[in-house]
C-alpha cells in the first residue's frame, strides 16, 4: 500500500527537499503541497492524504491552528509536525491538537521516512528528549490534574489498566502480553478509550495519564 503524503511549509526549498527523499521511498507517494495552513481542508478533500507533514510557522494560518481544524473533521488524516521549533508550548499544544509526531527538520532523512510510516500505520513518534519534556510540563498540580484523573477514574478497571500502559509508551502487544489479553481485545479497548475520552489517537491518552500523574504512584 502506497502512503500518500501532503507537505505544508512556506519554504520551496523545504518542500522540494521534501519532495525528493520521500519520493526516493517506494511505499510513500507526495500527492500535494501548500503553503499556508488555509490551503489544507480543501487539498486535503480533494488528495486525501494518510498523512500531512505541517510546519508551524507559515503566513496566513500556522501549522498549529490547521492542525486543530484538521484534526476536528470527520476520518482526518494523521498529522506529524516537521518543524525547526521545538518549544515546550508548541509540542504540547501540537500534541493535544491531535499531532500523531513532532519531528524536528535536522532529523536524519531515514529517520524522517521511518517516522511518516509510523504516523501511516497509527504509531505516535517522540524522541525521547521531547518526551522527558513533556512530562516536566504537565505533570504539574492544577485543574488540569484533578480533570484528568476524574476522567480516567470513570473508566472501567481493565480500560483504565490499558490507558496506564499506553502511557508508558507501551505497543499493543506488549498491553496484551502484560495484562493477559488478545492483540484484538487490546485494539478493541483502545478503541473504546479514544471514543469515551472523545481523544484522537494514542499520543493524547497518553498525555492524559501523565496529566493525571498515575505513574507516579
Known amino acids: 500500500m502506497t502512503i500518500r503524503v501532503l507537505l505544508v511549509d512556506d519554504d520551496a526549498l523545504v518542500r522540494s527537499g521534501l519532495r525528493l527523499m520521500l519520493g526516493a521511498a517506494p511505499d510513500l507517494a507526495v500527492v500535494g503541497e501548500a503553503t499556508d495552513g488555509r490551503e489544507v481542508p480543501s487539498l486535503v478533500a480533494e488528495l486525501a492524504p494518510d498523512v500531512v507533514l505541517m510546519d508551524i510557522r507559515m503566513p496566513g494560518l500556522d501549522g498549529l491552528t490547521a492542525t486543530e481544524r ?3 473533521r470527520a476520518d482526518p488524516p494523521e498529522v506529524m509536525m516537521l518543524t525547526t521549533f521545538h518549544a515546550d508550548e508548541h509540542v504540547l499544544r501540537a500534541l493535544r491538537a491531535g499531532a500523531a509526531g513532532y519531528v524536528l ?12 510510516r509510523r504516523v501511516a500505520s ?30 480516567l477514574e470513570a473508566l472501567p478497571e481493565r480500560e483504565r489498566a490499558v490507558a496506564l500502559l499506553v502511557g508508558q509508551g507501551k505497543s499493543n502487544a506488549e498491553i496484551a502480553a502484560e495484562l493477559y489479553l488478545s492483540l484484538p481485545t487490546v485494539k478493541t479497548h483502545v478503541s473504546r478509550l479514544l471514543t469515551k475520552l472523545d481523544l484522537n489517537n494514542r499520543v493524547q491518552i497518553a498525555l492524559l495519564v501523565h496529566d493525571a500523574r498515575l505513574l507516579e504512584r
Open 70 to 72: 484538521l484534526r476536528q
Open 105 to 116: 527538520k535536522d532529523t536524519p532523512p531515514a529517520e524522517i521516512v521511518d517516522a511518516v
Open 122 to 151: 497509527g504509531d505516535p513518534v517522540l524522541s525521547g528528549a521531547v518526551i522527558q519534556r513533556l512530562i516536566a510540563q504537565v505533570a504539574g498540580p492544577g485543574r488540569r490534574l484533578r480533570q484528568a484523573r476524574r476522567r
